[in-house]
């Protein structure tokens, strides 16, 4: 087990849906690791435009595989993974109240 900062860009046209299968159960039953892609977006944080950050415990080599094969890449670009200690708070708007917003649109 292993925890990473995570950083990438969101595809700003998919956000909506995203934000749909964030709240309605969709990925929050998908197993393994449903809940934690949950927890991770509500840690996620808008670093700079189109940019998000957070950091997201996974158990699998390479990082995030099963999460970017069944979610993030359907949502997310140029995901980049680093190592770390600990679960980190990232400076920045949070990016569930961004997609919320953006929903009510």
């Known amino acids: ?9 969101y595809i700003e046209g998919k956000m909506k849906e995203f934000y749909q299968k964030l709240i309605d159960g969709t990925i929050q039953d998908q197993k393994p690791d449903g809940q934690e892609i949950i927890n991770s977006m509500k840690r996620a944080k808008i670093i700079e435009p189109n ?10 080599s390479p990082p995030l595989k099963h999460e970017r094969e069944t979610v ?34």
């Open 1 to 9: 087990m292993s925890i990473y900062s995570v950083k990438a860009r």
């Open 51 to 60: 940019i998000i950050q957070w950091s997201e415990m996974c158990f699998c």
């Open 72 to 105: 993030y890449n359907q949502f997310l670009e140029d995901i980049e993974t680093k190592a770390i200690d600990d679960y980190v708070e990232y400076e920045g708007e949070s990016f569930m109240d961004f997609l919320e917003k953006q929903s009510k649109e």
